[in-house]
T-cell receptor, first 111, second 113 residues
């Protein structure tokens, strides 16, 4: 079963704008991770945020986590055409459980 | 460091034929995963290995899918016989240990006709 649900399913923005994607999940987590997938390629790990963290930054990426609402958001600032990809959130339930992925958000950045 | 290697990159087979995929994880990564990704969906776990032991294969269709990780390094995933609905990208990933991010290979795109 897929725990994370990303919103929106698709997003189209102009280069230079910010892109925000949201993820909601159902059960408790140890950490939440975001991945990027370019068309026809494997997934690339972007950022991991642990359940006791509320915000994390990495370059142009900003991730927030609200465990009380069971939700996370990924913000990409000053987007570029190269950011065009699908973005997935994945939840880690702790122990030795594998990541469970959502269906993803397809981001299109128009130059 | 070298990434996760997968082969073949593409495979087209007829239904009821068999197919095998190979994965070599990052050196030192004890945990290896096989995910199936159907077009337009997120990856779905098929099987998880810790060294050469199976940790989770609850979503593996065992009547037709099998996987092994001999010697706790590389792994093979086999489908026999294939069905049309097996058309998907098969992704291999590895991680240093649980609680860390995964490194994915480029995947094998399987088309069953």
């Amino acid at each position: 079963s897929q725990q994370g649900e990303e919103d929106p399913q698709a997003l189209s923005i102009q280069e230079g704008e910010n892109a925000t994607m949201n993820c909601s999940y159902k059960t408790s987590i140890n950490n939440l991770q975001w991945y990027r997938q370019n068309s026809g390629r494997g997934l690339v790990h972007l950022i991991l945020i642990r359940s006791n963290e509320r915000e994390k930054h990495s370059g142009r990426l900003r991730v927030t986590l609200d465990t009380s609402k069971k939700s996370s958001s990924l913000l990409i600032t000053a987007s570029r055409a190269a950011d065009t990809a699908s973005y997935f959130c994945a939840t880690d339930g702790g122990g030795n459980t594998p990541l469970v992925f959502g269906k993803g958000t397809r981001l299109s950045v128009i130059a | 460091e070298a990434g996760v290697a997968q082969s073949p990159r593409y495979k087209i087979i007829e239904k009821r034929q068999s197919v095998a995929f190979w994965c070599n994880p990052i050196s030192g990564h004890a945990t290896l995963y096989w995910y199936q990704q159907i077009l337009g969906q997120g990856p779905k776990l098929l099987i998880q290995f810790q060294n050469n032991g199976v940790v989770d294969d609850s979503q593996l269709p065992k009547d037709r899918f099998s996987a092994e990780r001999l010697k706790g390094v590389d792994s093979t995933l086999k489908i026999q016989p294939a069905k049309l609905e097996d058309s998907a990208v098969y992704l291999c990933a590895s991680s240093f240990q649980t609680g860390y991010g995964y490194t994915f290979g480029s995947g094998t795109r399987l088309t069953v006709v």
